[in-house]
């Protein structure tokens, strides 16, 4: 596609339910980068993608937090029994390569948990 | 542990007025440094530095990166209202962290008519 495209782009679900957020990098992009953005904070780093395996999965908060990658293209992070503290926007981003070149950014997905 | 700092956290200028935002970084095994504008959800690129005292220019955007200082700053010349918005600055790090970006909490800019 002509950007990283994010799905959905706004999700509210119930406390203890399990949600999944989908990224589609663009085309031929061979890294893929999860971030969080909590209200007022900057970018948190979750996981980064180089194909399908994941070289660093640092930045997931806590084993309820997952991601995989298929193909080398599409990527799916799950969040298993959310808490309102998972309530934050999430962020993809794609590169060609790992940040020899910018990342470019999907719009989103809002997620509040209630 | 990777850290970016960036100040001031928020600013609010007239159009016309020319801003200077900071950042700083303590990132092993440093590669660049990157800022971007974020108005609404996605955080659009600016630069990406990698050179010490060379600086990018785009526009009445400029930017440069002191690897010395560990710090970069983004200049903006003849504000618009059009600017207002978050600038994030993030480093790249190499060695096990390779393709990460540990990203600063932002500054936020806000232009006035």
């Known amino acids: 596609g002509a950007g990283v495209s994010q799905s959905p782009s706004n999700k509210v679900t119930e406390k203890g339910k399990d949600v999944e957020l989908r990224c589609d990098p663009i085309s031929g992009h061979t890294a893929l980068y999860w971030y969080r953005q909590s209200l007022g904070q900057g970018l948190e780093f979750l996981i980064y993608f180089q194909g399908n395996s994941a070289p660093d999965k640092s930045g997931l908060p806590s084993d309820r937090f997952s991601a995989e990658r298929t193909g080398g293209s599409v990527s799916t992070l799950t969040i298993q029994r959310t808490q309102q503290e998972d309530s934050a926007v999430y962020l993809c981003?794609?590169?060609?390569?790992?940040?020899?070149?910018?990342?470019?950014f999907g719009q989103g997905t809002r997620l509040t948990v209630v | 542990e990777d850290k970016v700092v960036q100040s001031p956290l928020s600013l609010v200028v007239h159009e016309g007025d020319t801003v200077t935002l900071n950042c700083s970084y303590e990132v092993t095994n440093f590669r660049s440094l990157l800022w971007y504008k974020q108005e609404k959800k996605a955080p659009t690129f600016l630069f990406m530095l990698?050179?010490?005292?060379i600086e990018k220019k785009s526009g009445r955007l400029s930017s440069i990166l002191d690897k010395k200082e560990l710090s970069s700053i983004l200049n903006i010349t003849a504000t618009q209202t059009g600017d207002s918005a978050i600038y994030l600055c993030a480093a790249n790090a190499g060695g096990t962290s390779y393709g990460k970006l540990t990203f600063g909490q932002g500054t936020i800019l806000t232009v006035h008519p």
């Open positions: 990698t050179s010490s005292g």
């Open positions: 981003a794609s590169s060609p390569q790992p940040l020899n070149t910018e990342a470019f």
